[in-house]
């Protein structure tokens, strides 16, 4: 018998006891130790049970990763039958906001037309919105907020969102949510928090938006696509910028898991409309309500009062609001572009690029108040085209309301 290490090493490096010995010591020893415990798990019928579990997930896990080839655990929404095929072209919408902007509508619609012949789906991400907060969480807001967004961008191109599938993240989610929510707990695994968090969130920050970008990789794999388009690098999906976080996760989960295992890794393009932004008031002080955007629902009246409003320095192209405009919504969707002007200002001019429009701003040869009036009169247009749009449909209309009023809700509580 032997009471501490150093006379067990002696006696066996000294010959005394063999290596026999020495094993079948250390079995006894720990048989005695673990007795208690085999006890327990056959005595006792909870135990027992977990133990029986234990020991069938391992057999589980055993024929999983038999074959060279382990499939990976994803919601499949080819499967559940929420989408047509995959290989389509998948554009996010933005998070929820009580006050949707045109810029919101343009961007979406700029999105999806990168995706070519594509399939192409646009994504509501209701739940993320819930778990970054979005519209205080509010379930009726963050719904009535998609109401206002599609019917807006149906008026805007109806041609294009003819051709567009929109699928609701809680539906999609729902049609087999233990597939996914494991798909979201193994990327959460994968990855380092540094990663998920990316430059701009700070550890004092709400956990949310890391959530929801491990939610927004298991998304693009339930869609399986063959591409995305993401905003540009100065894109804010989440409140902290988040596009080239995502961007970076999506493109390694691929890279570092998914291609392993058969799938293969989407085309992650970047792209936005052309800004519409009226102002640039770096002095939040100098900051108005909303004379610096024009929103989803502005009355055409605004088409007029805001573009008065904007800035339009004489021969400035670096920043000329009229000018984008005039591009988004006559060039855009038009082949030219009519200013008119009075006979001392070289009269009618007809133009039908963005290039030719800068460079007579730029000599002088167009006016700021004759290309803000052409620019104007596209506005009171584009937005009387979205209001018919709304009035057009109950269910639209009683939405924007109900925005309206979480909007007015939520600035008392800032009060």
């Given at each position: 018998?032997?009471?501490?290490?150093?006379?067990v090493?002696?006696?066996?490096?000294?010959?005394?006891?063999?290596?026999?010995n020495?094993?079948?010591?250390?079995?006894?020893?720990?048989?005695?130790?673990?007795?208690?415990v085999r006890q327990?798990f056959?005595?006792?019928?909870?135990a027992?049970?977990l133990l029986?579990?234990?020991?069938?997930?391992?057999?589980?896990?055993?024929?999983?990763?038999?074959?060279?080839?382990?499939?990976?655990?994803?919601?499949?929404?080819?499967?559940?039958?929420?989408?047509?095929?995959?290989?389509?072209?998948v554009?996010?919408?933005p998070?929820?906001?009580?006050s949707?902007?045109l810029q919101?509508?343009?961007d979406?619609?700029a999105?999806?037309?990168?995706?070519?012949?594509?399939?192409?789906?646009?994504?509501?991400?209701?739940?993320?919105?819930h778990?970054?907060?979005?519209?205080?969480?509010?379930?009726?807001?963050?719904?009535?907020?998609?109401?206002?967004?599609?019917?807006?961008?149906?008026?805007?191109?109806?041609?294009?969102?003819d051709?567009?599938?929109?699928v609701?993240?809680?539906d999609?989610?729902l049609?087999?949510?233990?597939?996914?929510?494991?798909?979201?707990?193994n990327?959460?695994?994968?990855f380092?928090?540094?990663?998920?968090?990316?430059p701009n969130?700070?550890d004092?920050?709400?956990v949310g938006p890391?959530?929801?970008?491990?939610?927004?990789v298991?998304?693009?794999?339930?869609?399986?696509?063959?591409?995305?388009?993401?905003?540009?690098?100065?894109?804010?999906?989440?409140?902290?910028?988040g596009?080239?976080?995502?961007?970076?996760?999506?493109g390694?989960?691929?890279?570092?898991?998914?291609?392993?295992?058969?799938?293969?890794?989407?085309?992650l393009?970047?792209?936005?409309a052309?800004?519409?932004?009226?102002?640039?008031?770096?002095i939040?002080?100098?900051?108005?309500?909303?004379?610096?955007y024009?929103?989803?629902?502005?009355?055409?009246?605004n088409?007029?009062?805001?573009?008065?409003?904007?800035?339009?320095?004489?021969?400035?192209i670096?920043?000329?609001?009229?000018?984008?405009?005039a591009?988004?919504?006559?060039?855009?969707?038009k082949?030219?572009?009519?200013?008119?002007?009075?006979?001392?200002n070289?009269?009618?001019v007809?133009y039908?690029?963005?290039?030719?429009?800068?460079?007579?701003?730029?000599s002088?040869?167009?006016?700021?108040?004759?290309?803000?009036?052409?620019a104007?009169?596209?506005?009171?247009e584009?937005?009387?085209?979205?209001?018919?749009?709304?009035?057009?449909?109950a269910?639209?209309?009683?939405a924007?309301?109900?925005?309206?009023?979480?909007?007015?809700?939520?600035?008392?509580?800032?009060?």
């Open positions: 018998t032997y009471s501490d290490f150093a006379s090493k002696s006696a066996f490096l000294s010959g005394e006891m063999t290596e026999q020495l094993k079948k010591g250390l079995t006894d020893g720990l048989n005695e130790l673990l007795e208690p327990h056959t005595n006792d019928e909870n027992r049970t029986a579990q234990v020991r069938q997930f391992k057999k589980e896990d055993l024929k999983a990763t038999s074959s060279d080839e382990k499939e990976e655990r994803r919601l499949n929404l080819v499967a559940t039958g929420k989408i047509s095929s995959a290989g389509g072209h554009v996010f919408a998070l929820p906001t009580a949707p902007t919101m509508a343009t979406i619609l999105r999806l037309a990168l995706g070519g012949d594509k399939k192409k789906i646009l994504f509501l991400s209701d739940w993320s919105a778990v970054c907060s979005s519209c205080d969480a509010d379930k009726k807001a963050i719904a009535a907020y998609h109401t206002v967004l599609l019917s807006g961008l149906r008026s805007l191109d109806p041609a294009l969102m051709d567009v599938t929109v609701t993240q809680s999609a989610i049609s087999d949510p233990s597939n996914y929510w494991i798909s979201v707990i990327i959460g695994r994968h380092r928090l540094d990663d998920i968090m990316g969130m700070k004092s920050d709400a890391v959530v929801g970008r491990l939610m927004r298991a998304d693009v794999m339930g869609l399986d696509p063959a591409s995305i388009a993401l905003p540009t690098a100065a894109g804010d999906v989440d409140g902290f910028g596009a080239d976080v995502d961007e970076n996760i999506i390694r989960y691929y890279d570092e898991k998914l291609i392993a295992v058969g799938m293969s890794k989407p085309d393009l970047r792209g936005d052309l800004p519409i932004i009226l102002q640039q008031r770096e939040e002080a100098h900051k108005t309500e909303n004379d610096e024009y929103l989803m629902d502005d009355p055409k009246v088409g007029k009062s805001k573009m008065k409003k904007a800035f339009c320095e004489p021969g400035n670096e920043f000329c609001p009229p000018i984008m405009v591009t988004t919504f006559g060039l855009g969707g082949s030219q572009i009519l200013i008119h002007r009075s006979e001392e070289g009269g009618d007809t039908s690029t963005k290039d030719e429009l800068e460079r007579d701003f730029e002088g040869a167009l006016h700021p108040g004759d290309l803000k009036a052409a104007s009169a596209l506005m009171v584009t937005l009387d085209k979205i209001t018919a749009g709304m009035k057009a449909d269910d639209v209309t009683k924007s309301k109900a925005l309206k009023a979480f909007e007015k809700k939520m600035s008392k509580k800032k009060k």
